[in-house]
């Protein structure tokens, strides 16, 4: 194993108050502490020295706790004319980082748009207290777990956003990616607005321009770290353009390319085509039959985690890329993900579009039910709901909650249950749903902006739940496509010129000219692994069915685990069965994880 990374990165934030010392015995000994310009404790946790920069002038002092272009000496002149945290709203170095920062004795936490770093608070001995992870805070307060908000893991299709990444234990609560945590020296920390959606009215052809510059200035972070770089090679377009973007000016360039796993992909011919072009490329491929099934280790004890993975059938997938890529002495790897949720956004503007230009609206309606085969009555309903305020939508959605046979996703049904929760816990959901309803706030100007953001979000949950099984191996994995620039750089498009009926990826095809080759710009197909999901549950049938035998969640009362057990060994697999399947599973096994030691054997990964 690598051992160069951070294998369990974790970060607390206090404020610069006497009372701070109660939690800084509560916390023990701890391998790393940055005090306040004071003398006060202010950062402690673990963390790699070279992914923390600090810069400080007189009794200012900010910080950033990932990949930044800020070096310490302009962190420092940014100190010398900063003199108020409110400020540092447009201090927004290039990159994915915390920002932390200590002004005059008040201090300011935030972590990315996309929520790929987090920050969570709680009110610690009576001292307001920031956190990176969840579970640190919960594990200072001794806190239960919320089985309300773990009922709403069990949800079905369209999370609500405001509550998809909130903590899973009682006292702990998260700070809105839009937003930042205030801690002054002495009373309750408050939240902050940082970041709205801009505007979406650039044409394509002014927006390209930033998108290439974001997109460009992310990878050079990440290159400028000092770190061994390397890069996946998908044959997608996203995967493809970072590694265009790495190589420039002959730089050389490991990457990794997994050969089709699902019938009919032609991701490694895509792949193939831009390795030609790439002259200094050192690639790895790997096989599918190198590749471990869907659920292989679903029976495997890992080290506890702050959230349930999502997507637990792929984590063996994952862990055995992370070991190949570990073993070229890698120590940051960029992938391609977010670059479908950033690029085109959750939703494709058109009905915000029938009020401006409904002509254009209509063509682009047409077009979308032809290619996605969706139904007159569908669009109709939609285009409705978009005329609703999100608090309302949240409300109608939570008083229609059900426990879903998995026969039908239409649209009228997006907020379901599977049919092995149990009536207990499709109430909590309700009760919960109701109770976030008459606070949440719509994100963005729009339906279309908050759907945006909210497909950025919940792809940076899957991401963040790969990074300490990359970091295992010595790893920062990484998405450039999830940085703060490029999600604001993107979002600024027109959202019918960033996704279109008749063009792939129009904006990245376009930022990227004289970068990508034009062949490889031209790709219009995106893998599908449906079938791959099928063999992994057909393959592993028996440890699913083991999963459900004292299920934690049924302990909890929020499952039947004789009709999960009935779905997993029936092969009655519908549309929505697979997936219904994995989110039970995922927090299924996060909960047996939570029992076990700290100390876990590590789990065989077959390479």
Known sequence: MNQAGPADEWL????????????????????????????????LGRWDPVDLRVGVDGDTAIATLGFSSAAPEALAATARRTTDVAALDGFSPAGCHHLLASVGGTTRVQGTLSGLRRVVHADVRGVPVAATRADVLANLLDSSLDRRRLALKVLLSEVPLHVMNA???????????DACLVLPPGGRARVRRRWEPPPDDLTLAEAAGSVRVALADAVRTRLDSGLAVTADLSGGLDSTTLCFLASRGGRPLTAVTRLAVDLGDDD?????????????????????????????DVLAPFPPTEEPFPGVEDRPMYRSLAARVG??????????????ETL???????FELLRTRPLTAWRHLRAYRALEHVRWRDIAHFALERRRPYPRWLADRARALIASPLESESATNLVQMPPWATPE???????????????????????????????IRLCASLVRATVPLYAAEGIRVTSPYLDDAVI???????TDERRTPWKYKPLLVEAMRGIVPERCLARTTKAEGSNVEHEGLRDNVDRLAAMCDDARLSRLGLIDADAL????????????????????MSSERWLRDLEQPVAVADAEVAS
């Open 12 to 43: 607390v934030v206090l404020p610069d108050h006497p009372d701070a010392a109660a939690v800084v015995s509560a916390l023990g000994p701890v391998p790393r502490r940055v005090d306040h310009p004071s003398g006060r404790p202010w950062l």
């Open 167 to 177: 903590p899973l234990w009682h006292g702990v609560h998260a700070v809105d990616e």
């Open 268 to 296: 490694p011919l895509w792949a193939d085509l831009a390795a030609e072009h790439l002259p200094n490329l050192t690639r790895i491929t790997v096989p599918r039959d190198r590749i471990p099934s869907h659920y292989s």
């Open 327 to 340: 073993a070229t002495g890698s120590q940051v790897h960029l992938t391609g993900d977010g670059g479908d």
């Open 344 to 350: 085109m956004g959750g939703a494709s503007g058109v």
């Open 425 to 455: 816990a499709v109430d909590l959901a309700r009760d919960l749903l109701l109770e976030e309803a008459a606070t949440a706030r719509q994100h963005g100007h729009n339906w279309t902006a908050h759907h945006t953001v909210w497909g």
């Open 488 to 494: 604001t750089a993107c979002m600024a498009t027109r």
């Open 565 to 584: 057990r009935d779905t997993c060994t029936s092969f009655r697999i519908r549309e929505y069965t697979p997936y219904a399947i994995s989110i039970t």
